[in-house]
């Protein structure tokens, strides 16, 4: 079983602020994903990520992807109150119709006005 | 565009009482999923369709059974509801597979409690 070890679990911030989550791994992956999930819903995805050391960039969000793809961080840039949520990255060893995705256990993120 | 449908919403179950959470997606993916969302777990896995026709264990799948219905639809069984049963249930689809680049679509999710 791939483990997806997501730091910190918890965050409180003020509007403003800026602050990068981490995705880490002792395995290796074809790809690895990003989510946000809001209450009451389901997770939408934000980022996908396949090269190694990739960068991507989604208005003040910065996914980026380990050079060995073990790993990812998630930069936030001067952080909005409507950036709380649940973000979840979620990584696939291969890919095809029976391949799956591994989900980490999430990092609460809360950004106060 | 409903994209993923869950029903029920809620459920409150008493423990040994049997239910079946429905799935429903209407973008023609071939692949389908169910995962359960406790606090602090994350997403696990409880069993996956490929494709119409074939089903296959995820992580957890003690417990629960599935039935691919047709393409569109794949529920998820609890013959006998126990307290460690008490979740948050999503359904999710991909075209196929997981492939780089597309996303799993989620439900909005199946609040059960069992009693």
């Known amino acids: 079983t791939q483990l997806l070890e997501q730091s910190p679990q918890f965050l409180s911030i003020q509007e403003g602020e800026n602050l990068t989550v981490y995705c880490n791994s002792s395995?290796?992956?074809?790809?690895l994903q990003w989510y946000r999930q809001e209450p009451g819903e389901g997770p939408v995805l934000l980022v996908t990520?396949?090269?190694?050391?990739e960068v991507k960039k989604l208005k003040r969000l910065t996914f980026q992807f380990g050079d060995a793809r073990k790993d990812s961080s998630l930069h936030i840039t001067a952080a909005q109150p409507g950036d709380t949520g649940l973000y979840l990255c979620?990584?696939?060893?291969?890919?095809?119709?029976?391949?799956?995705?591994?989900f980490g256990k999430g990092i609460t993120l809360s950004v106060r006005p | 565009n409903a994209g993923v449908t869950q029903t029920p919403k809620f459920q409150v179950l008493k423990t040994g009482q049997s239910m079946t959470l429905q799935c429903a997606q209407d973008?023609?993916?071939?692949?389908m999923y169910w995962y359960r969302q406790d606090p602090g777990m994350g997403l696990r896995l409880i069993y996956y369709?490929?494709?119409?026709?074939?089903?296959d264990k995820g992580e957890v799948p003690n417990g629960y059974n599935v039935s691919r219905l047709n393409k569109r639809e794949f529920s998820l069984r609890l013959e006998s509801a126990a307290p460690s049963q008490t979740s948050v249930y999503f359904c999710?689809?991909?075209?196929?597979?997981?492939?780089?680049?597309?996303?799993?679509?989620f439900g909005d999710g199946t609040r059960l409690s069992i009693l």
């Open positions: 999710a689809s991909t075209p196929i597979g997981t492939v780089p680049n597309q996303p799993q679509h």
């Open positions: 395995s290796v992956f074809s790809s």
């Open positions: 990520v396949v090269t190694g050391g």
């Open positions: 979620a990584g696939a060893t291969d890919t095809g119709a029976n391949s799956k995705l591994t």
């Open positions: 973008m023609n993916h071939n692949s």
């Open positions: 369709s490929a494709s119409e026709g074939t089903t």
